[in-house]
């Protein structure tokens, strides 16, 4: 399959795994699960048609690992990023002493007054090297990169949880915790 298609099929399972799962008749289950089964018939009753074969090379070569499967290989889901109302069941974690997020430059004064806020999103993303988290600012304009203090945070009774494709997620980060790279 061409890169064209898995981006397209990438961004239309974000979108209604992750945010608009009732567009397509989908509804999500404890962990943020959907029966890849029904997720396919949604699809394809949407005129989005993807195979089982599309699906799994998505899921498989996806750069950030934004889908997972279940064990069985009958339900999927979106790693974390949901703007809706979802519990994706995560054990709170201990995080690495220092962790990173990445932004655009515009927002640099807001997160230095206010610190780093989840926004529409259920939580705050961080990761675990500066080169994620800059590829991740570069999304957003100018990449800056903020050091968080997450091993201060945990000790400061903060909960933070790991997602299945390595991102750190924790409810927000004061400014205190953060330090400019």
């Known amino acids: 399959m061409n890169n064209s298609r898995l981006v397209k099929i990438s961004k239309y399972l974000s979108k209604h795994l992750r945010h608009q ?19 396919l018939a949604a699809c394809a009753k949407h005129q989005f048609p993807i195979n089982r074969t599309q699906l799994n090379e998505v899921v498989a070569s996806n750069d950030k690992k934004r889908f997972s499967f279940d064990s069985t290989g009958t ?19 201990v995080p690495p002493d220092i962790l990173y997020h990445g932004t655009g430059h515009g927002a640099v004064e807001s997160i230095l007054q206010k610190g780093i806020c989840k926004m529409s999103r259920h939580h705050v993303h961080l990761s675990q090297d500066m080169a994620t988290a800059r590829t991740v600012g570069a999304r957003h304009g100018r990449p800056v990169v903020f050091a968080v203090d997450a091993g201060a945070m945990h000790a400061a009774d903060y909960t933070f949880y790991c997602s299945e494709n390595g991102v750190w997620l924790v409810d927000n980060v004061p400014p205190e915790y953060l330090r400019q790279t």
Do not use: M
């Open 21 to 39: 799962p009732e567009r397509i008749g989908l509804t999500l289950t404890p962990g943020g699960w959907v029966s890849v089964d029904e997720l």
């Open 75 to 93: 339900l999927i889901r979106a790693n974390q990023g949901h703007s809706i109302e979802v519990d994706l069941q995560l054990k709170p974690t």
